[in-house]
């Protein structure tokens, strides 16, 4: 269904309850930024928006932007209250990839909610590949200057005992290159969502689709793969190209999109945006195919790329859903965070004469050895 059908289709009947009127520390006017427009998370921004505005006269603009910068950066300045962000979010509060100049490093960012999102490895058919063990020695796409497919792949090589030298790496200039590379027996696997349009090709191809089985219950393969990123859970998906209710695939969950919010936002503002979220759930649920993943029980809990805000927290608290174990791996992750700040600082410290690479080469020697302790 698209915005437009949503937004035109709405009865009187579907705001019961909600009466149009302010909500209590919801702000009247908002900023997001999220990515391009066309993309999933600016259609989800739009659609949640919309239901924000018809529920509480709300008015949201939404910023895009097509780098992971422009969307961090209005956030971090003020400029904006709040962004639907992917990986860079973990990215930024580690402080790796473009977050690792000296101007960045690891930010004071808090997750509000976020929408489980699948990825996996499609390969073709014909390549015989069944378990991630069959891609020693494949031909594996990868997209160049686009670290948060990589790492996601590189965390599945992990999964399966490999790393990228176990494989033939091809790298590609863009996502749809990669992933058109398939069926034009450019490569025999690659590492994406579900739903790419490249995908529904190759399934329609001579060489046809299948996605390798990343088994839930290995639990020595999760925790190789979240040693490379501590965000990734086992999730069965059904929508998809080679994929239904009938033949569903195991493969990982990730959060896309993920509001983001920073650390200092007020408890009850960030309280009141979630309850406004979970309440004008029904408002927003069927606008696209994947949004419905909003439900709150879904988005409010851990395991995703940065510590949950203590406001967030407080409304899944009362709603009975937060766990004393999601509790523990906020903790932890709060934890990190700051054992990431304060080597951060040290390492800024101690490197002020160095260039920018040998910067990042010291940042990243000091930062994997924060982790390993961390672990």
């Not at 399966?160 to 749809?176: K, R, W």
């Amino acid at each position: 269904m698209s915005l437009k059908t949503l937004t035109t289709g709405l009865t009187a009947a579907s705001l019961i309850g909600f009466g149009a009127a302010q909500a209590e520390g919801l702000p009247d006017t908002m900023t997001w930024t999220a990515y391009d427009v066309g993309s999933q998370g600016h259609s989800e921004a739009s659609a949640i928006a919309d239901a924000f505005g018809r529920a509480y006269n709300t008015r949201v603009r939404i910023q895009p932007a097509g780098s992971a910068i422009g969307r961090l950066q209005p956030l971090l300045g003020g400029r904006a209250d709040y962004a639907y962000l992917a990986t860079e979010s973990f990215f930024a509060s580690e402080g790796t990839y473009d977050f690792a100049e000296r101007r960045w490093g690891p930010q004071d960012l808090r997750a509000v909610a976020g929408r489980p999102s699948t990825f996996g490895v499609p390969t073709a058919a014909d390549a015989d590949i069944h378990n991630l063990e069959d891609l020693r020695g494949k031909r594996v796409a990868y997209v160049a200057g686009n670290p948060s497919v990589n790492v996601k792949c590189d965390a599945i090589l992990a999964f399966g005992g490999l790393t990228s030298e176990d494989v033939e790496v091809v790298m590609f200039p863009t996502h749809g290159a990669a992933m058109g590379s398939l069926a034009q027996n450019r490569a025999d696997a690659a590492c994406t969502t579900t739903t790419a349009s490249q995908l529904y090709e190759l399934e329609e191809s001579s060489r046809g689709i299948r996605w390798v089985d990343i088994p839930a219950d290995d639990s020595s393969g999760w925790e190789r793969m979240n040693q490379v990123a501590p965000v990734f859970q086992p999730f069965e998906e059904t929508i998809g190209a080679g994929l239904s209710e009938e033949s569903p695939a195991n493969m990982l969950a990730y959060r896309y999109p993920i509001i983001v919010s920073m650390a200092e936002r007020s408890d009850d503002e960030v309280y009141a945006f979630v309850k406004a979220l979970d309440e004008t759930y029904g408002l927003y649920k069927d606008a696209t195919s994947a949004i419905h993943r909003w439900s709150i029980e879904d988005s409010g809990v851990p395991p995703i790329d940065i510590p949950f805000h203590p406001g967030a927290v407080r409304y899944m608290e009362d709603k009975g859903i937060w766990t004393d174990e999601m509790q523990a791996w906020n903790e932890a992750r709060l934890d990190r965070l700051e054992m990431l700040k304060t080597a951060w600082d040290e390492v800024l410290a101690e490197g002020e004469g160095l260039d920018e690479d040998a910067f990042a080469a010291r940042w990243e020697e000091r930062r994997q050895a924060v982790l390993a302790e961390f672990r």
